[in-house]
């Protein structure tokens, strides 16, 4: 009937800072109406706002993927909430601390009701400026979230040195190069920055350039939006995760009979390895781009934009995943070259 | 191209009802035809006039059902309310704010809802059991004989006796089962799922069926009076699965009626034939006959009204109720 409805889901490790979050985005003076579906009820409350409590079940789906999990409580929540559309502008999944963000970013592209009425905006997670490198090591759900945001709120900062800091976002980029970053205290980051973001948009991947893709040399000539208080960063990798990586490949033309069945059989292969993947893609004679993404073994993908005149050729991709094989997977994508 | 007959037509028996909010669920109460509304009122329409009801006063229905005499409706309030012809409403159970899943009522006054985890039972005597199933149910029926309760959940249905203190018997299937029914004989239970499939079991073997071949969910049933038919939605006609032998539908095809190039939303078996009202997601309603595929016209499709999400036959099966998730709304006379 109308516009798909917009659903951020927040997630952050256990006292990072979520709640905080989520307050400020409901009591901020911008006219829009939520509906939030949160863990434990009490801690928020707000007069024009729905609230709706949920139990995190995850369920598997019977369709011989093991890793294909989905919030069957998310399912039968948005169908409860879509009776009452015009209620609300949007919904906010607020998932526990422990929580692994996969079944529900699943349950947006599994579900066929679900994914008829509303639409993953972003996965955004909070993270401890003073406490997120120690978690890091001893709790691998810390390390899904980092890995699974395409905007992490890096929080606290006033509670750390530069050089803490500069650690802590080494340590996140190590683990995931492509999220947008944004330091705050007390969560105070502008709204612009966690909603609207259309990370799961297969168009909106060709405006995102972020820090894994840039070489000093082919800087300049993109046409991207910069999105303010995205911090650059030059060096990558100084920090490595043992079982946590990031995998980036770029190469010039692809042939598409090779590269199909292989980013396929990749994915049916390594998908409950692989948290998210990316890529924009430089088919032999096809004037347009070829945009994909994925979610563990869920993959879509399309033909987006003509490259323009005189722009360079090139396919990007980016994986990242749990004990990636990664030399493996740039040969992979390498030996699709054209 | 092939040169149909034009379809018989019974728009003109059909006196609309301005429901205006997403309609949940409708039925007859005596004569009155009630329409349970997403905004959390019911509309009674009475002839030509209609009252409305604030059963869910400034809150959202989720769940709605008829139990011959009144409307139970199940609110985003925590609140499960009877609303009768007369306009009176009770409050019958309270889930302290939490959202209702599901309701279910039997036709002796019984009723059961769930909130969460919690499953409550409601006899006839207004006296409440309680049972938390292992996961969130999704769909509640009664059996047609004695008190006990189909319960859909994850991993399987659970059937409970809330009049005994023996923990409910399993039926189980892997994933995630949404709606429940029962057959009129009490030997089947057939549950729709998550992966667009119907399991059944047949009892008391609990000898497990599957029916699949959906490209959506089933999230309608309806049993022909003689029990020889189950009719579902969640495909482009209505699949109606033959029950009429010991082994149920075990190896044989269903039947389709009244394929468009619409998805089936809601089905309802005429109370004393064979007749199926057929309602789609483009708001279209048909009425098929079974035994010779004969279709008349209710409704047209209308932009902007949306799928038809209630049915309901009168008890004589004169008269047919429909609401959609646009707030249309209207009720069929049926000549003669």
Redesign the interface.
Known sequence: MTDKIPVTVLTGYLGAGKTTLLNRILTEDHGKKFAVIVNEFGEIGIDNDLVVGADEEVFEMNNGCICCTVRGDLIRIIEGLMKRRGKFDAIIVETTGLADPAPVAQTFFVDQDVSDKARLDAVVTVADAKWLSARLKDAPEAKNQIAFADVIIVNKTDLVTPEELAEVEGRIRAINPYAVLHRTQRAAVPLEAVLGRNAFDLERILEIEPAFLETDADHHHHDHDHDHGHHHHGSLGHYHDEHMQSVSVRLGEVDPEKFMPWINDLTQREGPNILRCKGIMAFTNEPKRFVFQGVHMILDGDLQQDWKPGEKRESRLVFIGRDLDVEAIRKGALACAA | MSVQAPLTSLTQQVVPVHAGD?V?ATGFAKDTALFAL??GTVVAADGGETRRIAAHPGA???VATLDGASLVTGG?DGRVVRTGADGGTEEIGNAGG??I?AVAAAPGGAVAWSS??KVTARDEKGRLRHWDAP??P?GLCFAPKGYRLAVSH?NGVSLWFPNTDASPELLPW???HLDVTWSADGRFVVSS???NTLHGWRLPEKADMRMSGYP??TRSFAWSHDGNWLATSGADAAIVWPFASKEGPMGKAPRECGIRPAKVTRVAFHPASLVLAVGYDDGFILLCRLTDAAELLVRKAEK?E?QVTAFAWDRKGRRLAFGT??GAAGVLTLPG
Do not use: P
């Open positions: 997403h949940i997403a905004d959202g229905l989720l985003d939490r959202w899943d969460g985890r996961s969130t999704q994850y892997k994933g995630s799922m998550q992966e959506s969910k902007d949306g998730e646009g």
